[in-house]
């Protein structure tokens, strides 16, 4: 429930934002009328739209998530580092402020960093100097990555004017090795994004699959995978999540355990949709028009495919939408732990494990801020898909 | 109701079979068994065993046998309360568990206690004052609270303490009383210490519950039995906290069965963060280090828990609710 889908969804006067002048007495009937015409005549898809772009909080995060998107697509754009390249003596940078205004005109620059030797520890302790300047501009060249591994390019969405002073940009601060936080930021996002998504899109097939068995065929197949789905939902989630990645061996390739905890988490994601796709089967299987297909002769799978499934397709989205943030959440907590992702491969767990010690963190307080990519992103998912679910219904209230 | 409790009683070892065999195949699954761990710490430690005494060792443990032989001796001696023991600890699994069980579940009541407290006046408050700045407020802080992990709360907590107060705000108990044996002055420490682990493993609950109830109260706002009560000259307190709430509230009851069991297991991540003594911090620790008997045997008690989280949730919708108990009886 947000704030704003409360408010009734279909009062006339508020489809599609257009505000009718106060029709003169008389004409009342004619104009509501026009308007039921205009929403009966609409297909599911723009009722859906009409009361989803109504939720504000909803639309914005869209533009969050498809922000998001893009950086899991192109992260090299978005990095201005190599995110593996080390340099101990750089650990520990601050954050670098962009300032836009320089000489009276828009010249963005970020401070300088200058470093000292602690006398006692020996380390080095870097803090930002506003008085030298380093000039950045957006779309700048660096480092040679691909595009989709279509097109190579080393243009990157900022980077230091002069490039002998590229290697003096970090914009989020560097960690314990000198690894540069941004561009970390921005391949972690690859990574916990995808992990997300791929476990949601096993949990919803194997949710469809089993939910529309259970729910079109009934019978003894019910009945076990009812079971099964109660048996899963009882076990203790994270627990049980730790004890199976805890499991996977320490030899294989990220790929390989990338893979392994998308299966570990759809393995029990599955369950909510399948439980919602058996309900919808129960009562659409009574319906006049199952039965109307069913008289005209169409097969099973046209029925279940062409006839059933459209009527709840937007159902599925909102739920999907939904557990993606679960999905991340969990993927970050395992690799926060040590038992997700493991470095090298770079996520938002991985990140946060070099925030795991206290005094580390009050010296370099930055160290913090995937977590807050993490509150982002699954806020992000939260609004949409809460959006999504009201909207889902066009003809509730 | 008795024969709607039996028949769920009944279920039980039912639910508990299936998960000892996942938990047995949990624990199988790394490459290299118990034994050869115990040979490679007793290795490391200097000493070492002989051919016959690495058989002797394989019969004990069975290791000998094929795998479902295997699986019927660790179950009877978990039935018998034997855990084995732990690698690491030299010490009966047994007695490591039960050092720690008794915070678990007092982490975890304590949270669930604070979820209820504060969700629901919050959410009866955010109803009835529908659109005032309070009431936004209260939705903001709620996505809020259920977007943030707790393990992050945890971190940004202890952070803020660590670098304005200089205290660190990690552990149960002050360090004079970590090892000493339970006493009144102990107890005392505790409730000075659990409020913040307390309210960082309940918030995200406390967050969700709030939104239901908030949200099952304005669908009840608005029936006609509210009018009529106004007509009748009821007072709006007395209106409000003697139906909408009570309906709103049934609903909420029923969330008990997933979240109780929830706050058992999802303390595990907080309490590794904040250095917290329960089961949680043993189970990583020993997934970590291959202490697999050690492992299983609180991967059961997590299950054991879950269950009975499941169990008590279903008792009290039954008896809160008499339509369940009628339908089912």
Excluded at chain 1, 100 to 117: A, M, N, S, T
Excluded at chain 2, 191 to 212: C, D, E, N, S
Excluded at chain 2, 244 to 252: D, E, F, Q, T
Aim: hydrophobic share 50%; proline share 5%; glycine share 6%.
């Amino acid at each position: 429930m947000s704030i704003q889908s409360e408010s009734s969804a279909l009062e006339p006067e508020g489809i599609g934002g257009s505000t009718l002048p106060k029709p003169p007495i008389g004409e009342d009937l004619f104009i509501a009328s026009q308007e039921e015409e205009r929403i009966s005549i609409a297909s599911n898809w723009t009722l859906v739209w009409w009361r989803f772009r109504k939720n504000k909080l909803a639309v914005v995060s869209t533009f969050v998530l498809l922000f998001l998107a893009l950086v899991v697509l192109i992260p090299g754009f978005f990095a201005t580092h190599d995110p593996e390249q080390t340099d101990a003596r750089l650990a520990f940078i601050p954050i670098q402020e962009i300032h836009w205004i320089d000489e009276g005109g828009l010249k963005p620059w970020v401070p300088g960093v200058v470093g000292k030797r602690d006398p006692v520890t020996l380390k080095m302790v870097w803090t930002t100097d506003e008085s030298q300047k380093i000039h950045v501009r957006f779309l700048a060249p660096g480092f040679e990555y691909s595009v989709l591994g279509l097109v190579d390019t080393n243009i990157h969405l900022i980077g230091a004017v002069d490039p002998e002073r590229a290697d003096l940009v970090y914009l989020l601060g560097t960690d314990r090795l000198g690894r540069d936080q941004w561009s970390r930021l921005a391949f972690a996002t690859r990574i916990s994004m995808t992990i997300g998504m791929i476990s949601v899109i096993l949990s919803v097939v194997l949710g469809l699959v089993l939910g529309g068995i259970s729910g079109y065929f009934g019978g003894w197949p019910d009945m076990f995978i009812q079971r099964l789905i109660e048996l899963l939902q009882s076990l203790p989630t994270i627990p049980i999540w730790l004890a199976l990645t805890a499991a996977l061996p320490r030899t294989w390739s990220p790929e390989k355990v990338f893979f392994a905890i998308t299966i570990i988490l759809a393995l029990r994601g599955w369950t909510t949709l399948a439980r919602e796709v058996r309900g919808k089967f129960l009562s659409l299987r009574e319906e006049d028009f199952v039965l109307a297909a069913d008289l005209a002769g169409c097969s099973r799978s046209r029925i279940i495919l062409v006839h059933m499934i459209p009527t709840f397709t937007s159902h599925i989205i909102a739920t999907s939408t939904l557990a993606i943030p679960v999905m991340i959440v969990t993927e970050t907590s395992l690799s926060f732990l040590g038992l997700g992702m493991r470095p090298p491969a770079i996520s938002w767990g991985v990140m946060l494990q070099e925030a795991q010690n206290i005094q580390t963190l009050a010296l370099a307080p930055w160290l913090l801020i995937p977590g807050l990519v993490v509150i982002l992103a699954v806020l992000a998912f939260n609004l949409v898909g809460d959006g999504l679910r009201d909207a889902a219904d066009p003809y509730s209230h | 109701m008795l024969r709607y409790i039996l028949q769920r009683i009944l279920l039980i070892p039912v639910l508990l079979f299936f998960f000892s065999v996942m938990v047995f195949a949990l624990i199988q699954a790394p490459p290299g068994d118990y034994l050869t761990s115990y040979i490679a710490t007793l290795a490391s430690s200097g000493s070492s065993l002989d051919k016959a005494e690495i058989a002797a060792l394989e019969r004990q443990f069975g290791l000998d046998q094929p795998v479902h032989i295997q699986y019927f001796r660790w179950a009877q001696n978990l039935l018998r309360g034997n855990l084995g023991l732990s690698l690491e600890y030299q010490r009966p699994n047994g007695e490591l568990i039960s050092e720690r069980l008794g915070l678990t579940l007092v982490l975890a009541l304590a949270a669930f206690v604070f979820t209820w407290i504060v969700a629901v006046p919050l959410g009866i408050y955010s109803a009835t004052h529908r659109n005032t700045l309070m009431d936004y407020l209260t939705t903001v802080l709620n996505y809020i609270g259920v977007a943030t992990p707790n393990f992050m709360l945890a971190l940004i907590l202890m952070w803020w303490a660590y670098s304005q107060f200089d205290v660190s705000i990690t552990g149960l108990f002050s360090r004079e009383f970590e090892q000493a044996p339970w006493s009144f002055a102990k107890v005392v420490d505790l409730a000075k210490h659990i409020w913040l682990p307390m309210i960082v493993i309940g918030i995200a609950g406390t967050a969700r519950l709030t939104r239901v109830m908030r949200a099952n109260l304005l669908d009840e706002l608005n029936k006609p039995y509210m009018i009529a009560g106004r007509a009748r000259g009821l007072s709006e307190w007395q209106l409000i906290m003697k139906y909408p709430v009570r309906m709103a509230i049934n609903p909420l009851a029923s969330t008990i069965g997933w979240y109780l069991p929830e706050l058992f297991s999802g303390s595990l991540i907080v309490a590794t963060v904040m250095n917290l003594q329960n089961i949680g911090p043993l189970l990583l620790r020993s997934l970590i280090n291959q202490d697999m008997y050690l492992a299983g045997g609180i991967l059961m008690i997590y299950c054991l828990l879950a269950i009975i989280g499941t169990l008590l949730s279903d008792i009290l919708l039954a008896w809160l609710d008499p339509r369940i108990r009628m339908e089912k009886a």
